[in-house]
């Protein structure tokens, strides 16, 4: 079946600018993910969707972050202002609750690059 | 700061040998995950290892985990070139989200 996608694959974008990522989650998966991976480094726990529960935002770097989860399934992360510093791969992963398994399916990653 | 810490950062093999990598973390833990990263895209799951186990095969894999030490080791067997990536190790603590480590970066040479 299909994955986890993820889009744009590879953004461009000024300093200043706002940006949005997209994410599509495996169908019927509950719990859905992102994380942010700088250049050579492990991954960034950024939000947290789980059902109709209040999400954990308890990794969003600043309130240029946000994120929303419409009809939970389609996420969108949200990058206000963008700053070189956002320059990373965005990942998203989407894991099934109910099912009990802990693995969880990452998409491809959108590249992002503030110049 | 990363909850997973691997060691060695980077490790370099040839191919046929065995290739290990360890992973320490610091809280408890339900469960420690692996995970293998191509070219700095998306993670593939490789092998979980829950709290009460001691090790854990899957093919060419084996993992174990000291729960007294709290730390993992992941031994890929006979290595490929195919086998060059980045292994992540992550725990789950939580059962909600998981905290990667900073990766150990394989290159193994034909």
């Known amino acids: 079946g299909a994955g986890v996608s993820q889009s744009p694959s590879n953004k461009v974008t000024e300093k200043g600018k706002d940006v949005e990522l997209r994410c599509d989650p495996i169908s019927g998966h509950t719990a859905l993910y992102w994380y942010r991976q700088s250049l050579g480094q492990g991954l960034e726990f950024l939000i947290y969707?789980?059902?109709?529960?209040?999400?954990?935002k308890s990794g969003l770097p600043s309130d240029r972050f946000s994120a929303e989860r419409t009809g939970g399934s389609v996420s969108t992360l949200t990058i206000q202002r963008t700053q070189q510093e956002d320059s990373a791969v965005y990942l998203c992963?989407?894991?099934?609750?109910?099912?009990?398994?802990?693995?969880?399916?990452f998409g491809p990653g959108t590249r992002l690059t503030v110049t | 700061s990363q909850q997973g810490e691997e060691d060695p950062q980077a490790l370099s093999i040839q191919e046929g040998e065995n290739a290990t990598m360890n992973c320490s973390y610091k809280t408890s833990i339900n469960n420690l995950q692996w995970y293998r990263q191509n070219s700095g895209r998306g993670l593939v799951h490789l092998i979980l290892?829950?709290?009460?186990?001691r090790e854990k095969h899957s093919g060419r894999l084996r993992v174990t985990l000291d729960t007294s030490k709290k730390s993992s080791s992941l031994l890929i067997t006979a290595s490929r070139a195919a086998d060059t990536a980045s292994y992540f190790c992550?725990?789950?603590?939580?059962?909600?989200?998981?905290?990667f480590g900073s990766g150990t970066q394989l290159t193994v040479l034909p």
């Open positions: 969707f789980q059902g109709n529960s209040a999400p954990d």
């Open positions: 992550a725990t789950d603590g939580s059962a909600r989200q998981l905290t």
């Open positions: 290892i829950r709290s009460n186990e």
């Open positions: 992963a989407s894991r099934d609750w109910v099912g009990g398994t802990y693995e969880q399916y």
